[in-house]
């Protein structure tokens, strides 16, 4: 036979598009020529395999050689085809038998001496292969991350003599076997360490409820990073959903993702001098930025009057969208960027000692600028603004106060409340769904109609206040909004420096 089929994919964003290998060989000059918009490591396979197929003792066939990646309008990069363009020259060639190839697909680089090294972003391919009830063959190191979808679909090879007798039937490969999870130790700072701040704390625990935005405004040195490390700590655990969504971005970047990792809610804290494609992701091959590396966890930004306007401006809209598009001019790639933001920030410039009280040398213009590098769109999208003071040592408490587990058993509370109510966060409850879930009695109504002419609050702070009050009221197990509940929710948005 001189033409084999054999099915791979390619990596778009977080999908993973099927892509035939067609190997044809014919008569003619002998020659080896890929098409179907191969890039730069996708057409130096031909060397690798080549090398490969005759150091393995396999026979190269000097014959025309023609390898079609279909479709031919998708983009293919990365190692990943080279033990699919060699098992088709075989199956073509007549080495291996090809009647099984339609059940497999390939994935893998092939060194020099047929050995088959890991390649990145296998994730999103092992779980498409598995919705078509295909088994993937692939390296042996790739193999862990591959079994958290189906350990019943992933035939680990360390070499491409392996798969060869897997085909004629030497020797079978077999299944991995995921090794055994351990019980994870703790992965976030327990709560129990921050001694003081209960007003910061409780603003800790109500985002952790509903899945809201948090500002922290203090002097340095009282506890905003402490407090913020500790989130992750208290948030619910991970649907098995949520999981794989984070897990395979994390495999198409460049960090990774390491299967002991599974289940852990992100914690993401960039440097303030972060570009805006660090944040949003980019590049000429668009990858996920930190706020697609922080879905379903929390972006934590420290020193947020230090991050260029400009950059900070790129986070409006996946606050409201939970998605981040990126278009470059030969690519598009769209990530899920459902992430909890929580900053940090000083209340003026001036260093130290500054506290705008007894202490604060700031001039007013000095205090404008500061508070000018974060706009009021921008603002608008964080739920909870909170003062974070400085501490006086005799008004800590002697005893120590509640650990993040006991906190996070009323935030899991909360959730199922909102879970069972509405089938999801009250963070994410739609303009249209807060008449039914956020009613207010007619007073409480009276209320908030006065606090927003007051405070001259946006519409969108208004749905905002709703959300919070209502993660309050999930936190103290009421079936409606009441009067407390709302006073609270509204002072989380009645700092001085935001109005």
Not at 143 to 169: K, M, Q, S, W, Y
Not at 230 to 252: C, F, K, N, V, Y
Not at 308 to 329: M, Q
Not at 360 to 388: F, G, K, M, N, Y
């Amino acid at each position: 036979m001189n033409l084999a089929i054999v099915k791979s994919r390619a990596q778009e964003g977080i999908h993973a598009p099927e892509v035939s290998v067609e190997v044809h060989l014919a008569n003619g000059l002998p020659a080896f020529s890929i098409v179907g918009l191969p890039e730069t490591a996708v057409r130096e396979s031909r060397d690798r395999v080549r090398a490969a197929l005759i150091n393995s003792r396999f026979e190269f066939p000097a014959r025309r050689i023609t390898v079609n990646l279909a479709p031919a309008d998708l983009p293919k990069d990365g190692g990943r085809f080279d033990l699919p363009i060699a098992i088709g020259i075989l199956a073509a060639s007549g080495q291996i038998p090809d009647e099984q190839l339609d059940r497999y697909e390939f994935y893998g680089e092939l060194a020099m001496d047929g050995s088959l090294r890991p390649v990145s972003g296998l994730l999103p391919s092992a779980w498409q292969a598995a919705e078509t009830n295909r088994l993937c063959i692939l390296p042996t190191d790739n193999a862990d991350e591959a079994a958290l979808i189906n350990r019943n679909h992933v035939l680990p090879a360390t070499h491409l003599l392996d798969v060869c007798a897997h085909f004629t039937g030497h020797q079978k490969l077999t299944n991995h076997i995921l090794p055994e999870q351990t019980e994870r130790q703790a992965s976030s700072p327990d709560l129990q360490d921050v001694r003081g701040q209960h007003r910061a704390r409780r603003a800790l625990e109500i985002a952790a409820a509903g899945g809201h935005n948090l500002l922290m405004v203090g002097p340095p040195g009282t506890g905003k990073t402490m407090l913020a490390k500790r989130l992750p700590g208290i948030l619910p655990p991970m649907q098995t959903s949520e999981s794989m969504e984070s897990a395979m971005i994390w495999s198409i970047s460049m960090h990774g993702f390491q299967p002991e990792h599974w289940g852990i809610r992100p914690f993401r804290e960039p440097h303030h001098t972060a570009s805006g494609v660090a944040l949003v992701g980019g590049g000429s091959h668009p990858r996920p930025g930190e706020i697609s590396l922080a879905h379903n966890g929390v972006l934590f930004l420290d020193e947020l009057t230090e991050f260029d306007k400009r950059v900070l401006e790129v986070l409006r809209e996946p606050l409201e969208t939970g998605r981040i598009h990126i278009s470059r001019a030969a690519r598009q790639a769209e990530y899920p960027a459902a992430f909890q933001l929580v900053a940090a920030m000083n209340p003026c410039p001036q260093g130290y000692d500054c506290d705008r009280r007894d202490h604060c040398h700031c001039t007013p213009e000095q205090q404008r600028r500061h508070q000018s590098r974060i706009s009021a769109p921008l603002l608008d999208r964080i739920d909870l603004h909170i003062e974070v003071p400085r501490q006086n040592m005799t008004s800590e408490q002697t005893e120590k106060p509640e650990s993040s587990a006991v906190v996070a058993q009323r935030v899991m509370r909360a959730h199922q409340h909102q879970i069972n109510r509405q089938g999801k966060r009250n963070a994410t409850l739609q303009s249209s769904e807060l008449e039914q879930h956020c009613k207010l009695g007619k007073e409480n109504q009276g209320l908030l109609e006065q606090a927003i002419n007051r405070l001259r609050l946006s519409t969108r702070a208004h749905h905002r206040i709703l959300r919070v009050a209502r993660s309050i009221a999930d936190l103290k197990g009421n079936k409606d909004i009441e009067r407390e509940d709302l006073t609270e929710a509204l002072s989380y948005r009645a700092l001085e420096e935001f109005r």
